[in-house]
């Protein structure tokens, strides 16, 4: 019996991080295969995994993903992957709507489910603002700003996800899952997604990731090696441009993964959202939220 490709595309913020350390890689590897991503992500990740990426990233559908993927799935095997990048926004790259659109066609072709995390989208949102500071920063947005007009925050405009969702997936092959269930461990939906029984997967998830509220301002932590420093200098940029994106990531990752050892830690302080600016955004996205809540609830 052929097994199934099951792929979770995040949200952003809606505890990812937690499913792909301590969920997914822990399922039964006689019945499960997981392709990634895995965290962190300096680590190597496998071909498989990094060949869909650049299909649903940049288009590129190498023959090589699908042969792999056929071959696990004829043996029986269920594939996971779990890519919050598949519905990630990039200043220079393709939008979460043309991602999702790509990578829709590319499951069109096996027997498959698609698994999103969602959160409250006003929390969600401000958690997504701070991780993403130095884009908005760079568009001069503020975070009221960035939930009502910037393409990357569309996601939380649960609307317009689930009318992206219905556009290019199937009835029946998108399925839900709220962040503070996955945060408190009612794991029962997730563990029927992936369809195993209770007592072969983890039975309980430490939050990771989180954003840090104290006060008037919220705290994110970041750790910056001396490979990231590398990544980022002119000649990085350069080598980028003239191998690709794709390529640069396989090649030199494994070349400057020794100096992920070295590094230092930096913390951003951003406000957090006054009264005003949360009825704001709580405006703009309650009735979303309702009906992304109806929808949960029709999904069992």
């Known amino acids: ?58 288009g590129v559908d190498d023959p090589r993903l699908h042969q792999g993927l056929a071959q696990l799935l004829d043996q029986g095997l269920h594939v996971v992957v779990s890519e919050e990048m598949f519905t990630v926004s990039t200043l220079k790259g393709a939008g979460w709507q043309l991602k999702l659109q790509r990578l829709a066609g590319i499951l069109a072709r096996y027997d498959h489910s698609l698994l999103v995390t969602v959160r409250e989208p006003a929390q969600a949102s ?110 990085a940029r350069y080598a980028r441009q003239v191998i690709g994106n794709g390529a640069m990531s396989r090649l030199v990752k494994a070349a400057l993964r020794p100096l992920d050892a070295f590094g230092y830690r930096v913390e951003r302080v951003i406000p957090a959202p006054t009264e005003t600016e949360k009825e704001q955004v709580m405006r703009y996205v309650e009735a979303g939220w309702r009906a992304m809540q109806e929808r949960m609830q029709a999904d069992g």
């Open 126 to 235: 401000f958690s997504y603002f701070v991780e993403l500071q130095s884009r908005f920063r760079a568009l001069g947005l503020d975070y009221v700003t960035a939930v009502l007009s910037d393409d990357a925050m569309q996601i939380f405009h649960y609307p317009t996800l689930l009318g992206c969702l219905d556009a290019h997936f199937s009835p029946g092959r998108v399925h839900f899952i709220g962040f503070d269930d996955v945060v408190s461990g009612e794991l029962e939906r997730l563990n029927q997604w992936v369809g195993m029984r209770q007592e072969a997967c983890p039975a309980a998830l430490r939050p990771t990731n989180q954003t840090r509220i104290e006060g008037a301002a919220a705290r994110k932590g970041k750790r910056v090696s001396a490979s990231d420093l590398l990544k980022s200098t002119a000649l």
């Open 1 to 58: 019996m052929s097994g199934r490709l099951l792929v979770h595309v995040g949200l952003p913020k809606t505890a990812t991080t937690t499913l792909q350390t301590q969920y997914f890689p822990c399922l039964p590897p006689d019945q499960v295969r997981y392709l990634g991503v895995r965290q962190p992500r300096s680590r190597g990740q496998e071909e498989l995994y990094l060949l869909l990426l650049a299909a649903v990233s940049e």
